[in-house]
């Protein structure tokens, strides 16, 4: 096993503590050599551990993370003319959000290094889960957090699994730049954004987990972008499971972005060089980020599997969120109903499975349903108004 940087192949060794390339900058990925990963010929137990063989580092720190439910989407299907609609639910995660998959090796590594502490910067989901996971090792966490755009649900997380919490005045992309910063002046901060190659080892499972289920990889599938970690990591999932021979082929790849927080959807249109956005906003405030740090993973991503980008409005992402809630029971986060959003007003030619991942739960912002037209009667507490409520 040894690091690769992404963009110039200059190569390292299995450095938990390297986050990016010291020639280029870019971000790094975890190779294995041939004979250890074909050594990975049985796959035992549940959830993330289950694939140990080709995970980073042996001894885990759980709260029972993976296994998520990939959900049979028919009503939905139909309306979006689908004949085969997934959501892989990624909300039953321990705290709520893809993130743990990614944590449970992140915070694993952070023990076998001997940090002290783990830091990231956070939308929100990011700062939960590494929350949790911390306190589970017994390891403090330092979470630096856009002031007053982070989700309610994710600040009383990181609140109650006792984070040292900083607010910015500055958005994600300031957040992120500082701990980065921080990281390297105290090593003894280990960082667990998702420019570390290792925590995204942990979220390639998402792809093993949903071929394994399928028995076989799906025609497309779809995700929201943000600092772009989690395309990249479930890309390199699908690619590992073809190399193993489980699969014969692959998945195309679709992310989509806020229209308002798009640089790499962009990018990917104008077929023209990647540049940051400087003031990304939407209402799904876990993808409001302009200066993705893994944007080179997503549209090498999006171009080998031959997939696409596409952007979604707050209000086409607002309804895409009641739809799901209300057609099948799945009540996701903002950020999470954008795949959906974006299936309805595109058609994926040909493409008759496609799998959504659904990235965290509703609960995380239950304040973005303020705005929802809502059906709420208040009555006399008698039997004839509360039929009328039904009748309504
Ligand atoms: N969906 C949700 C619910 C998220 O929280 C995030 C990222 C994404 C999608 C995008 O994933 O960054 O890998 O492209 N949230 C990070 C955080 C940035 O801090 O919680 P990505």
Not at 14 to 35: H, I, K, M, Q, W
Not at 282 to 287: P, R
Request: a positive charge.
């Amino acid at each position: 096993m040894f690091l690769r940087c992404f963009a110039c192949e200059a190569r390292y060794g299995n450095v938990p503590t390297l986050y990016t390339c010291r020639n280029c900058g870019s971000p790094l990925e975890v190779v294995y050599e041939d004979a250890e990963f074909h050594r990975a010929k049985t796959f035992d137990g549940r959830g993330v551990w289950r694939y140990q063989p080709i995970l980073p580092v042996k001894k885990a720190v759980t709260l029972g993370e993976g296994d998520t439910g990939l959900h049979r989407c028919e009503r939905l299907g139909r309306e979006l003319g689908i004949p085969r609609l997934y959501v892989k639910n990624e909300g039953e995660n321990p705290t709520g959000s893809f993130k743990d998959r990614g944590m449970t090796v992140g915070i694993a590594l952070a023990k076998a290094v001997g940090a002290r502490a783990v830091g990231c910067a956070s939308t929100g989901n990011t700062s939960a889960s590494m929350a949790a996971y911390a306190a589970r090792a017994g390891l403090v966490a330092l979470v630096l957090l856009p002031q007053g755009k982070v989700a309610m649900g994710k600040l009383s997380q990181a609140i109650a699994h006792g984070a040292r919490i900083a607010q910015i005045d500055g958005n994600f992309d300031d957040a992120m730049r500082l701990v980065v910063e921080l990281s390297l002046k105290d090593r003894s901060l280990y960082l667990l954004n998702s420019i570390n190659a290792y925590r995204l080892e942990g979220q390639k499972t998402l792809a093993f987990e949903v071929c394994e289920t399928l028995g076989d990889a799906p025609d497309a599938l779809v995700l929201p972008m943000g600092n772009a970690g989690n395309i990249g990591a479930i890309w390199k999932g699908f690619n590992e499971w073809k190399r193993l021979g489980r699969i014969k082929r692959v998945p195309r790849m679709v992310g989509v972005q806020a229209a308002k927080a798009a640089p790499i959807a962009r990018a990917w249109r104008a077929r023209a060089k990647f540049r940051a956005m400087s003031n990304p906003e939407t209402v799904a405030t876990a993808i409001r980020i302009g200066a993705p740090v893994s944007w080179q993973k997503a549209l090498a991503a999006l171009t080998d599997s031959g997939g696409e980008a596409g952007t979604v409005t707050d209000r086409e992402i607002l309804d895409a969120q009641r739809l799901l809630a209300r057609t099948e029971g799945l009540f996701v986060e903002p950020a999470s109903a954008v795949p959906i959003a974006w299936l309805r007003k595109r058609k994926l030619k040909g493409a008759r499975t496609v799998v959504c991942v659904a990235t965290g739960h509703g609960l995380k912002d239950p304040d973005a349903l303020q705005g929802a037209p809502v059906r709420m009667h208040r009555v006399k507490p008698t039997l004839a108004a509360i039929r009328k409520v039904l009748d309504a």
